[in-house]
């Protein structure tokens, strides 16, 4: 895992769900088909409504029509991001349209874990909410060995909480891949 993300920043409000993240709609395509799977970074977020989306003008787009990969790579959101559904397909949305990290007070569990189990991006956690001191396209500096985040636009930084081991599973690429490298799995030798 990096020690640094250096990136663009997309603004969200609170209590961001994961039918908002992707809408059910979209949990058509295959996550293993690489045309389809572009699909899920082409729908990521298109269920924010317009008045949290790009804070703080609000009604801004996260990816422009027709493609799959967004500018922005860091979202800082206020409290409670994917909250909704258990669906893993939020943070693989996320992660395939380009966002490296999330920046949030508050998760929902089962987002996070989702986003750690399986590498997608990181769940950084900052001490307070940070919609207020970021604005959407505003450049982002998150560096987990002083464990802050700098607006480059402001100069000011603020407090993430430190990963601790889930640092090494996003390394690993999710949490199977971690067990086995770990030595938690034993591969199946019998043919």
Excluded: W
Aim: aromatic share 8%; net charge negative; with cysteine.
């Amino acid at each position: 895992m990096q020690n640094k993300i250096l990136g663009r920043v997309y603004v969200l409000g609170e209590d961001i769900d994961t039918d908002q993240i992707i809408p059910a709609a979209h949990l058509v395509y295959s996550l293993e088909d690489p045309d389809e799977r572009k699909k899920y970074g082409e729908y990521a977020l298109s269920g924010v409504p317009a008045a949290l989306a790009g804070l703080p003008n609000g009604n801004m787009p996260f990816i422009e029509k027709g493609k799959s990969h967004s500018e922005f790579s860091i979202i800082i959101a206020a409290k409670n991001f994917g909250c909704g559904s258990s669906r893993e397909h939020a943070p693989a949305a996320l992660e395939i349209a380009g966002v490296k990290a999330v920046i949030t007070p508050s998760y929902a569990r089962i987002f996070y874990r989702n986003a750690v189990d399986g590498g997608f991006l990181i769940p950084a956690e900052s001490e307070k909410s940070l919609v207020d001191y970021f604005k959407t396209g505003d450049q982002a500096e998150l560096d987990f060995i002083n464990k802050n985040v700098t607006n480059t636009r402001t100069g000011e930084s603020f407090s993430v909480k430190e990963l601790g081991q889930v640092s090494q599973i996003i390394e690993a690429g999710g949490i199977f891949e971690y067990a086995r490298i770990s030595g938690m799995l034993q591969e199946n030798t019998h043919a």
